[in-house]
């Protein structure tokens, strides 16, 4: 894979990496209402399923959700559900009082909830995974830059640079969610509950696409 390649498609993935999304909804919702180790494991998790897309990509799986009527619609509404459900959550996420309780408790070491830390990063790979837009994206992204005998390869090495290129945004997005946060004095509900309603129209959305479609 020459310079030439990777020229052309850093540019490109950043421009697609830094458009609003489930993934960085996800990420600042639990950066905001977990903390910010919370909120990396959760980037950690989204940048693994772009891997597992990749991989997908590489071996010719995801062809079956160009093919496939039915596994197209068995992941879709699979994950809008799983976007509902992670909005719900988030809205019904514990009150400031709480929060701010554990935060003395926990001598301000960087979590604000005692949420189980691996499920950040376990919930961030489901996102990510159970999108198909992602898999149709990976379908038809990954291949213009890939070609010949080494297409595969090439395809892994990209979207591994994608993975990372993906991490090092959501990280970032996990860390200002932290801090603000922190500045919000009590009011980090209403921010995760905002990110919650997102999440719940983003599923409800990807539901009424297909029927209205």
């Given amino acids: 894979m020459d310079l030439g390649t990777l020229a052309l498609f850093v540019p490109a993935a950043v421009a697609l990496i830094v458009t609003p999304g489930p993934d960085s909804l996800y990420v600042l919702s639990r950066g905001v209402g ?10 950690l998790g989204v940048s693994t399923g772009v891997l597992v897309h990749t991989a997908a990509a ?22 809008a559900a799983y976007l509902v459900y ?14 701010g309780e554990e935060v003395e408790a ?10 189980d830390r691996a499920g950040g990063f376990a919930r961030g790979v489901l996102v990510n995974v159970l999108n198909p837009k992602v898999a149709l994206f ?34 970032g997005v996990a860390v200002f969610s932290d801090a603000l946060g922190r500045r ?6 209403t921010v995760q509950a905002a990110s919650g309603v997102v999440l719940v129209g983003l599923g409800v959305g990807l539901l009424a696409e297909g029927r209205l479609g």
């Fill in 184 to 189: 919000l004095d009590g009011r980090e509900g």
């Fill in 86 to 99: 992670l909005g719900v959550v988030a809205i019904r996420g514990r009150d400031a009082t709480s929060l």
């Fill in 34 to 43: 977990a903390g910010r180790s919370v909120g990396v494991r959760a980037a």
């Fill in 138 to 171: 990976f379908l038809a992204f990954l291949p213009q830059f890939a070609s010949g005998a080494d297409a595969p390869l090439e395809m892994g090495l990209l979207g591994a640079t994608y993975a990372l290129l993906t991490f090092a945004y959501l990280g």
């Fill in 106 to 115: 926990a001598g301000g070491a960087g979590d604000r909830t005692g949420d």
């Fill in 58 to 79: 590489a071996l010719g799986l995801s062809v079956l959700f160009r093919t496939s009527q039915l596994a197209y619609a068995v992941v879709k509404y699979v994950g």
